[in-house]
């Protein structure tokens, strides 16, 4: 009976939102949730730590969420998020605002007095082979969040304009 009770408490929970801290990330769980019904993959699976507290934004509380699909899965199609750029990572600023990537892991750095949410992103966004190391750097901000545009071919078009 010892190892049952063992086995049952290590085993994923079956997410309701619930299970979410704040209104937008409870918004995205019933989406994902949606989506395993719709494409008839039962329920959703929320593995443990697949939902963080972080303080994202930088205001000394850890009171933003990050919710990454590296766990998260429909219980009959594991694969439905995952593949080899990733998972979709959802950064939770103050239970409102978010907005996601598809990458393999994640981490916050401070920048020059700055947060800065670092991404290991798909080598082929940094114009390589998969595999190959390529990082994205994105600042919270309070309207969203900040990237660099990919100004590649706008820059050959320009450069072409003026040959």
Known sequence: ??????????????ASPALA???????????????????????????????????????GAADDEVVNFAGIFCQWNMSHWHG???????????GQ??????A?????????DMPVILLSRHGSLCDN???SPCVQAIVPTENGFQ?????????ATLRGASE
């Open 129 to 131: 082979y998969g595999a």
């Open 104 to 112: 393999n892991s994640w981490a916050r750095v401070q920048f020059d």
């Open 21 to 59: 801290q704040s209104e937008r990330t409870a918004a995205i769980l019933a989406e994902a949730e949606r989506q395993c019904q719709e494409i008839d993959a039962g329920g959703l699976t929320v593995e443990p730590g697949a939902i963080t507290q972080a303080d994202l934004d930088g205001d």
């Open 1 to 14: 009976m010892r190892r049952l009770a063992c086995l049952v408490a290590s085993l994923p929970f079956t």
């Open 84 to 94: 080899t750029g990733g998972a979709p990572i959802h950064f939770v600023i103050d």
């Open 147 to 155: 990237v660099v545009e990919d100004t590649r071919s706008e820059e």
């Open 97 to 102: 605002r978010s907005e996601s990537w598809w």
